[in-house]
């Protein structure tokens, strides 16, 4: 698919959602890789916030987990 195709289905997945939905789910439901999905919603108009992964896991491998201070 092109990219505004795919631009277009990411938003019909986001749009109006009050809960979270993770990265595997978005790329299972838009069968893309995750470098795909990672570009798309870094191209994204509407993306404001940075991609992050769920508390606790490094946003890259070889990153240290941060540690809520406690």
Do not use: F, N, V
């Not at 838009?30 to 404001?48: D, H, N, Q, V, Y």
């Amino acid at each position: 698919m092109s990219k505004p195709d795919d631009l277009y289905r990411l938003h019909r997945l986001l749009d109006g959602r009050r809960s979270t939905i993770s990265r595997q789910t978005l790329i299972d439901e838009l069968e893309i890789s995750r470098s795909k999905l990672t570009r798309l919603i870094a191209s994204s108009p509407s993306c404001a916030l940075p991609l992050t992964e769920p508390a606790g896991l490094p946003t890259k491998p070889g990153t240290p987990t941060s540690k809520a201070a406690g």
